[in-house]
Nanobody
């Protein structure tokens, strides 16, 4: 599967952005999807994940209640709606896909299980 992320940009603290990731190649419902981010000088970290059928979701504590992950299996896309953005949300955001999980409702937060990655999109939140 090939992944193309978009939607990053510069936003003031308290603002909102919506990231999108378009998938092509193998059947989209074969993959659970996740968003990760990497701030300068830091390791890549889990942000949110959605299960193959879109029912199961999971969020990092730092974004829970502010970010919402969703997927449209008819359009082969996964989105991350980000609200109440904070300067510490500044990072390159990556969408990723994993096909080890066979259950349609289970998600994984483990970076190592995601073998397919998009190119990243930069989100900058100014204070």
């Amino acid at each position: 599967v090939q992944l193309q992320a978009s939607g990053g940009g510069l936003v003031q603290a308290g603002g909102s952005l919506r990231l999108s990731c378009a998938a092509s190649g193998r059947t989209f419902t074969s993959y659970a999807m996740g968003w990760f981010r990497q701030a300068p000088g830091k390791e890549r970290e889990f942000v949110a994940a959605v299960s193959r059928n879109g029912v199961g979701t999971y969020y990092a504590v730092s974004v829970k209640g502010r970010f919402t992950i969703s997927r449209d299996n008819a359009k082969n896309t996964v989105s991350l709606q980000m609200t109440s953005l904070k300067p510490e949300d500044t990072a390159v955001y990556y969408c990723a896909a994993e096909d080890h999980t066979t259950s349609p409702v289970v998600v994984t937060t483990l970076l190592a299980r995601y073998h397919y990655w998009g190119q990243g999109t930069l989100v900058t939140v100014s204070s």
